[in-house]
C-alpha cells in the first residue's frame, strides 16, 4: 500500500481527483501538513517545507503499477 498526500484539484471532489484517483483509492484520511505551497511558472503548484498548514487529504492506494497512478 502507498499513501500519498494530496492538495488542490486532487482532492476528493475537485477536477483531478476523477480523472487519476477515482476508482484506485481504498482510504481517504482528511490531514494537515507543515509546508509552503507557491505556484511553477508553468503553472502547476509545488510545495516545498515550511512552516504554514497545507490542508489536504491522505489517499491510500493498494497497487501503483495497475492503473497508471505512477502518472499523478
Partial sequence: M?????YGTLKPGEENYQRYCAGKVVNTTRAVVQGKLFALPMGYPA??????????????????????????
Fill in 47 to 72: 510545495m516545498i517545507p515550511g512552516d504554514c498548514a497545507v490542508y489536504g487529504y491522505l489517499l491510500s492506494f493498494t497497487n501503483i503499477m495497475s492503473g497508471g497512478i505512477v502518472s499523478v
Fill in 2 to 6: 502507498i499513501k500519498v498526500f494530496v
